[in-house]
């Protein structure tokens, strides 16, 4: 499996979720399509002096129930299709979390890791020049995403707010929180996945105190992941990685000591006291809850059958591929599904956006208070749907999502 594939997963699970919606096919012909997309060149004049040109995409999947809104990434190995996949992903994640958005994302090639702080500025500023006439406040709203942070929305607000002459706070979220940015969005992801991994325990009998956790990943949702584990629930993370390479350590590891390793080491392997593992291992290690927490299509018809996790939840974008979850689904293995477990990123940004609108700060237990009422909400929802169904939670979580689309697009008049 390669990148991509993700718009065809997408477009697997959305034909099996219309057979239970009972969907026009014309109708789901048009749920594979984005609505519209920007392709951009980006020159950026490098420290060096040479100019180098980079290619920067936004696609706006469907805005039937509101504003785009999603990610951006900075990613070397970024192609359209990808960011396809996740724009769509982005459209049912809105819908699920019943967000009054629609779906986007973002995307430009090129590798934050070997650039400067100033080449970055540069790119993030002349991205946004770039698709300024394409996004806006009520139009399309982006956020952090796979190597961009709230320094980078810092970046993009301010040249949309040169751009537009005014103070343009409602362009972007997860921005600082000097600049509008909302308490609690920079974990929220996170936060809200363990919100439904709580869910789920309950729901499977297991106890989070002492549960061991394997965790891909160790960027913002994959640290924070951990320190929420370790922290809040009082789960024993005993693997993490990051793309140089993975550490095991049964005993649990401190998700504090290895951030400090992998700040003067530039990866968590190598930390002192555990063994190193590869990413592939760490994905099948004997563990009651996996997280995968990086890229998409990670768990796939190579290594499904090698999996032993109790619960696996989705802090990534699609890190299962359809033909991988049906192996997991007999296995028992219980699965929450990315759009479901990871909305937490996206409610937040949506909570941080009606505080710019207000002009309001809420402090963070109230966002904390609300995120944990949309996550427990989808998660009982989706839950729902697997029984009125009888289906697993990708599906429900897919059925639940996609008739609040169409539902929409027929009030609408579109179809
Ligand atoms: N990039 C995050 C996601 O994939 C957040 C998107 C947003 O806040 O708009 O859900």
């Known amino acids: 499996m390669n990148h991509e594939d993700l ?24 749920l594979k399509l984005p609505r519209r997309e920007l392709h ?10 040479r100019i180098k040109t980079f290619q920067g995409f936004r696609v706006q999947y469907n805005s039937a129930r509101g504003p785009t809104k999603g990610g951006i990434r900075f990613h070397p190995a970024e192609i359209v299709n990808t960011i396809r996949g996740l724009a769509a992903i982005m459209t049912w994640k809105c819908a699920l979390h019943d967000l009054p958005l629609g779906g986007a994302k973002g ?9 400067s702080k100033k080449e970055l500025e540069k790119l993030s500023r002349a991205y946004i020049r770039a698709v300024a006439d394409f996004i806006g406040p009520g139009r399309d709203i982006p956020a952090p995403d796979v190597y961009t942070n ?8 301010d040249e949309y707010s040169i751009i537009t002459g005014r103070a343009s706070f409602g362009v972007v979220t997860g921005k600082p929180i000097a600049l509008g940015g ?10 809200g996945g363990w919100m439904a991994i709580c869910e789920a325990a309950a729901q499977t009998g297991m106890e989070l105190a002492g549960a061991t956790v394997a965790i891909q990943g160790y960027g913002n949702v994959g640290y924070n992941a951990a320190l929420c584990g370790h922290e809040l629930y009082g789960s024993k993370v005993v693997a993490v990685s990051d793309s140089k390479g993975a550490v095991y350590q049964p005993e649990g590891l401190d998700p504090r000591a290895v951030m400090a390793h992998k700040t003067t080491a530039g990866t968590v392997a190598g930390f002192a006291g555990a063994a190193g593992i590869t990413n592939e291992e760490l994905l099948e290690l004997d563990v009651d809850i996996l997280i995968p927490a990086a890229l998409e299509n990670v768990i796939t018809l190579d290594n499904a059958d090698r999996i032993q996790a109790r619960i696996i939840a989705e802090f990534a974008n699609g890190p299962t591929t359809k033909d991988a979850d049906a192996i997991l689904g007999p296995k028992g293995i219980h699965i929450i599904p990315d759009f479901l477990c990871n909305g937490g990123g996206v409610i937040v940004s949506y909570f941080e956006m009606v ?3 207000n002009m309001d700060h809420w402090p963070e237990e109230e966002v904390y208070r609300r995120l944990d009422a949309k996550m427990t909400a989808a998660y009982r929802q989706v839950f729902e749907a697997t029984k009125k169904y009888d289906v697993g939670m990708r599906q429900a979580a897919y059925s639940v999502a996609v008739e609040r689309v169409v539902t929409a697009m027929m009030d609408r008049g579109w179809i």
């Open 182 to 191: 909302s308490e609690g969005r920079h974990d929220a992801t996170a936060r």
């Open 7 to 30: 718009l065809t997963v997408v477009h697997q699970n959305l034909c099996a979720c219309a057979l239970d919606l009972n969907l026009n096919k014309n109708i789901e012909a048009l």
């Open 150 to 157: 709230e320094q980078v929305m810092a970046w993009m607000m």
């Open 40 to 49: 951009v060149s980006i020159p950026v004049m490098m420290d060096d002096g």
């Open 107 to 115: 995307g430009v090639i090129c590798n934050p890791k070997e650039m």
């Open 355 to 357: 505080q710019n609108f």
